[in-house]
């Protein structure tokens, strides 16, 4: 992470970086982004558990993603933590039965809620199960990430080949983009993110890593490794760390936001990291 070498001056480059932040973490940002489904609840423990849904499935058409995860908060009757709490399959399984979302099939849907409700019932919430698995003096969530992703498929009924394939760790390699994010929703403040979880620090938090913010990193001079993998986003977090060592995650909204909303860098900092 230290061999990243920041375009121009790193000072210049935080206030050009924070002044994206501010134009993208915003309560308009949250209409057309999966964390308006987490928002639409008030209470953490819904928060928590449709949060993992919203952010295990976030890949592919916004609008379709979105008009999939209404369908299922509508398929657990708009109570998402007492559905997966008291999950039975064989009573509670045929309403997920026609759940899709691309690779996600109504199988997946079942394994996935059943793992949940019986997380739920031996730790309390989701949150109180990640810090039961995190090490909070490990520089980063890595650890919690790999742990808390084997607690879910091992809680699965069968332990089921097909979920696995949905619940990423990093010792795979994988950036792990879609649990970085879920932490980031539930642990930073908002007024996008919604700090549903007490006891994670933000500053151990890692960017979640994906080809819009991947592209803008490397063209800002915040990453070189080209594989978007984890030591990938580890390597942009230590980056993005130096810039704000509080809360290197904050940068997620300059990245992402300039990536996939179409706003061109600022052409003096791409000329530095790119000379």
Not at 203 to 228: I, K, N
């Amino acid at each position: 992470m230290d061999r990243v070498k920041m375009a121009g001056d790193p000072a210049a480059l935080k206030t050009y970086l924070d002044g994206l932040v501010e134009r993208f973490e915003r309560p308009e940002f949250i209409d057309a982004d999966p964390v308006s489904v987490v928002h639409a609840f008030d209470d953490p423990g819904d928060r928590e558990v449709i949060g993992l849904y919203c952010a295990l499935l976030a890949w592919g058409r916004r609008d379709t993603l979105l008009r999939n995860l209404h369908d299922l908060c509508e398929r657990m009757r708009m109570r998402p933590r007492a559905f997966a709490l008291g999950y039975v399959d064989a009573r509670d399984g045929p309403r997920l039965a026609g759940f899709v979302h691309r690779t996600f099939r109504p199988d997946d849907a079942r394994s996935l809620t059943a793992a949940v409700g019986r997380v739920l019932r031996d730790h309390g919430s989701l949150g109180e199960a990640f810090r039961a698995v995190d090490d909070p003096s490990s520089p980063d969530v890595g650890c919690g990430i790999e742990a808390f992703s084997r607690l879910l498929a091992e809680s699965a009924p069968g332990r089921p080949a097909r979920l696995r394939k949905h619940l990423a760790r990093p010792s795979t390699g994988s950036a792990c983009k879609r649990f970085c994010m879920y932490l980031r929703w539930m642990v930073r403040p908002g007024p996008v993110d919604t700090a549903s979880w007490e006891g994670v620090s933000p500053a151990r938090l890692v960017l979640p890593l994906d080809v819009h913010s991947g592209r803008q990193a490397r063209a800002l001079g915040l990453l070189e490794r080209r594989q978007d993998d984890w030591k990938a986003a580890l390597e942009l977090t230590g980056a993005c760390r130096r810039l704000s060592a509080d809360d290197p995650s904050r940068y997620d909204f300059a990245l992402f936001g300039a990536g996939a909303f179409g706003v061109p860098l600022d052409p003096r900092f791409v000329r530095a990291a790119t000379a």
